[in-house]
């Protein structure tokens, strides 16, 4: 019988989003799937995790013949959950987070549950992809890109990654006739110009509300900004390095001129 | 009149953590001093942002003489509130972040809500720096440690930072005549084994309890983790870029075989 991999599927939007629906429609075309998905939206959760608190995992019946789990926390808690409750006798071949309603491109890496999931993953060992859709509505329509990223499953299931555990993957909501094809890239150097609107609540208590724009800052023409407005999909080999290694040897005078 | 620099402080631990008011204390003999904390613990939010809740910022009298607010959100929230609603007309000199009540080194940087804040603060542009201290308890001795962070952030108000904007300093919890000294380090490729305790809440519920045990793999001596084992305050000079320079090319073939 043919090896049928093992597909990990998880997001951030929750288990009703229809992004995940769409990533389990094409997963399921190229293995074995089990989904873990958080109960409630969890946008911009980051590489949270759930502490202090214990977490639930409630079985549901919504994608049809598949084992799929809401989680009471962060998109991370799905993947730990997953991998020690779920999975603990079988190892994921591939885990795909996604897709999300939006980008996740440049520094939204950052702030992304859909992200922070994949690598988590990507942590443990497992290839791992993050998936996003360049529009934010609930209804945005996901058939187009399916193909794109079949393709690309089927590519890192055949192929594996080198060198790197973890794309970061965005898809311009543009006509299929419009798509240049799959670019490699760095993370753009792009900022968010935010601001709070300020309120009152119904009590009379003051509140403020986090908004903003995404603004790109970056002029290069080898980032996933640019792919994108270029109409190609953006594949962008992540990690959890952060370390500023060109920093490095300017800092070391601080080693002799700092006492202890 | 001397400038005297603004220094903005910030942890996860929360306002009332003991690790903050040691932080406060060293910040104010340098400059002025601006405190926004969590109203709660936060520790593990990562770069957690509050999007679907309005945010609550209180001021609060416990730092005598200094302007200090409790906010209702993630410590990257009190950063980007800070900025946007309390420091709007004066930029910071300097951010500080904890000191954090246990290890901030190696991959508890991607977890770490201290570390986000610091990173929060260095996306517009501030030096930031994160400390931890090696002690997890809350009732820790920060009292040693509180002659070296005033001689890194003099060092720095005084110097800047060169190819950087965020450091993330790890202290041991080993008396003074033990301390070696400042090493300047690449971020350790460790782990956590983890595991989930389970039990069954009062009402009957199954629940899973994270936990876990951080396993270093790395066996370089200029990882933040071989500095602090040998008794060296470990400076990794940190970023916000994830990509994986090194997996640019290994992927470029990917564009021309995978169709779109």
């Given amino acids: 019988m043919e090896y049928r991999p093992l597909i990990f599927i998880t ?31 969890q946008s911009g959760q980051g590489h949270a995790i759930t502490l202090r608190d214990p977490l639930r995992l409630k079985k549901v019946d919504i994608f049809e013949g598949l084992d799929a789990y ?24 591939l885990c795909v987070s996604g897709i999300n309603h939006g980008s996740n491109a440049s520094l939204n890496i950052i702030y992304s549950g859909t992200m922070s999931a994949a690598m988590e993953a990507s942590l443990e060992g497992i290839n791992s992809i993050g998936f ?12 187009p890109c399916k193909t794109h990223i079949r393709e690309l499953m089927a590519y890192v299931l055949e192929n594996g990654m080198e ?16 798509l240049k094809g799959f670019k490699i890239c760095r993370q753009a ?6 601001r709070y609107v300020e ?33 190609y999909i953006s594949v962008v080999p992540s990690g959890h390095d952060l370390t500023r290694y060109n920093a ?11 006492e202890v």
């Fill in 248 to 258: 490095i040897s300017a800092l070391k005078k601080l080693e002799a001129e700092v």
């Fill in 199 to 231: 309120g009152e609540d119904p009590r009379g208590q003051k509140y403020y509300w986090l908004t903003g724009d995404f603004v790109n800052q970056d002029e290069g023409d080898d980032t996933d900004v640019w792919a994108l407005e270029n109409n």
């Fill in 132 to 143: 996003s859709l360049l529009d934010y509505e609930w209804d945005a329509d996901f058939e």
């Fill in 189 to 194: 150097e792009a900022r968010w110009i935010e």
């Fill in 163 to 178: 060198n790197c555990k973890l794309l970061n993957v965005n898809i311009p909501a543009v006509p299929a006739t419009v």
């Fill in 70 to 93: 809401e989680c009471s926390g962060t998109p991370v808690d799905c993947v730990k959950l997953g991998k020690h409750i779920l999975l603990h006798q079988r190892e994921a071949d």
């Fill in 11 to 41: 997001n951030d939007d929750g288990i009703n989003a229809p992004g995940l629906r769409a990533l389990v429609d094409v997963a399921r075309e190229l293995g074995d799937v089990i989904v873990v998905a958080p109960d409630t939206p």
